[in-house]
C-alpha cells in the first residue's frame, strides 16, 4: 500500500499495518521502519505521522 500524501485515510491504513504488526510481533519487537517499509512511506514521512512508536499505540486505542 503505497500512501503518497498524509490523509486520514493514509493514516487509517498505517495504523492497520502498526496493529498488525504489534499482534504477531508484540510492541516491544516492533520497529517503525517496518511498518514505514509496508506502508511504502519513506522514514521522513515515517516521522510526521508517528514521532515515537507509543504515539502509534495511543492512537490505535482510541480507534473505534
Known sequence: ????????????EIL????KHIINKGFAAV???EIADDAGI??????IIFA???NSIM??????
Open 52 to 54: 515515537k512508536k507509543r
Open 16 to 19: 492497520e499495518i502498526a496493529r
Open 59 to 64: 492512537k490505535l486505542s482510541n480507534r473505534p
Open 42 to 47: 519513506n522514514k521522513a514521512m515515517r516521522t
Open 1 to 12: 500500500a503505497s500512501i503518497a500524501k498524509i490523509t486520514e485515510q493514509g493514516i487509517l
Open 31 to 33: 520497529r517503525m521502519q
